[in-house]
């Protein structure tokens, strides 16, 4: 059993290495958004149509100084709003 476990750890930080700055970033961003009581189907547009509009790097140094712009707040409304129609 517990080589089970080690495994399963293993594996799962080989997976988060292994994965994209896009990646974490959209990981990073549906946690939040999940907490915030939205299904994970419209977390994935907002996310999808802010990446349309900004690059990774944009939202790497946005999430570091943990001070969100206000395009991106806006941006982020905007999107909610279409996404929002959509489910």
């Given amino acids: 059993m517990k080589n089970k476990l080690l495994a399963v750890l293993a594996l799962s930080v080989l997976a988060s290495g292994c994965s994209s700055p896009e ?3 959209r990981g990073q961003f549906l946690s939040g958004c999940a907490q915030s009581g939205a299904d994970r189907e419209f977390c994935n547009c907002v996310f999808d149509q ?3 509009q900004f690059d990774v790097s944009y939202l790497e140094r946005m999430n570091r100084t943990g001070i969100p712009t206000d395009d991106f707040v806006k ?3 905007e999107a909610g709003q279409q ?3 959509i489910y």
């Fill in 50 to 52: 802010l990446m349309l």
């Fill in 23 to 25: 990646d974490k970033m």
């Fill in 75 to 77: 941006a982020t409304v």
């Fill in 83 to 85: 996404c929002n129609r």
